[in-house]
T-cell receptor, first 111, second 116 residues
Framework: GENVEQHPSTLSVQEGDSAVIKCTYS??????FPWYKQELGKRPQLIID?????GEKKDQRIAVTLNKTAKHFSLHITETQPEDSAVYFC??????????FGTGTRLQVTL | GAVVSQHPSRVICKSGTSVKIECRSL??????MFWYRQFPKQSLMLMAT?????????EQGVEKDKFLINHASLTLSTLTVTSAHPEDSSFYIC????????????FGPGTRLLVL
């Protein structure tokens, strides 16, 4: 089955700096890669996703890149703000099947 | 759009009792719903996938007789934790997907279960 690894497990950045979270996946057939943000005790919220037919997608301060050859994808957050502090999960799936989640990255944005 | 609700949000029960958790898609029809379990500071672990009108597919290691899943309608799936024990205490989250080819999953707010 699919295996998703995520790094780093914790990340602390100063407000205004950029944050990068990286994930690798094992199943070359995976073609859908969402990123979720989860605040303490809350539901995971989809923040951006990318499909395997594109290499990059951007939505305001958030961007995701995908390297199919290397089987890795990354989340980039620019101009970080305190409200970006949360746990971020990457995930991968093949077609419309189940998602396999990474282990999560705890992002802390300090003033 | 794409709102998923879950009830109850929090439940405390005695060991040996059963607990039912409901997951509803409020503004779309969910052909597929997923049930996850999340321990503190850990990732989401898929327990089972339920398709409307058919039996749930359980992940390896998940006891189907202990975690009963029913997906009787396109807007409701239920998870029943039978004969709950303290080790079943966890955060249970459902998610829903609107179609067989749709990939995006929308998550419910979760249910925190504490078994005494």
């Amino acid at each position: 089955g699919e295996n998703v690894e995520q790094h780093p497990s914790t990340l602390s950045v100063q407000e205004g700096d950029s944050a990068v979270i990286k994930c690798t996946y094992s199943d070359s057939a995976s073609n859908y890669f969402p990123w979720y943000k989860q605040e303490l005790g809350k539901r995971p919220q989809l923040i951006i996703d990318i499909r395997s037919n594109v290499g990059e997608k951007k939505d305001q301060r958030i961007a995701v890149t995908l390297n199919k050859t290397a089987k890795h994808f990354s989340l980039h957050i620019t101009e970080t703000q305190p409200e970006d502090s949360a746990v971020y999960f990457c995930a991968a799936s093949k077609d419309a099947s189940k998602l396999t989640f990474g282990t999560g990255t705890r992002l802390q944005v300090t003033l | 759009g794409a709102v998923v609700s879950q009830h109850p949000s929090r439940v405390i029960c005695k060991s040996g009792t059963s607990v039912k958790i409901e997951c509803r898609s409020l503004d779309f029809q969910a052909t597929t719903m997923f049930w996850y379990r999340q321990f503190p500071k850990q990732s989401l672990m898929l327990m089972a996938t339920s398709n409307e009108g058919s039996k749930a597919t359980y992940e390896q290691g998940v006891e189907k007789d202990k975690f009963l899943i029913n997906h009787a309608s396109l807007t409701l799936s239920t998870l029943t934790v039978t004969s709950a024990h303290p080790e079943d205490s966890s955060f249970y989250i459902c998610s829903a997907r609107s179609g067989l080819v749709e990939k995006t999953q929308y998550f419910g707010p979760g249910t925190r279960l504490l078994v005494l």
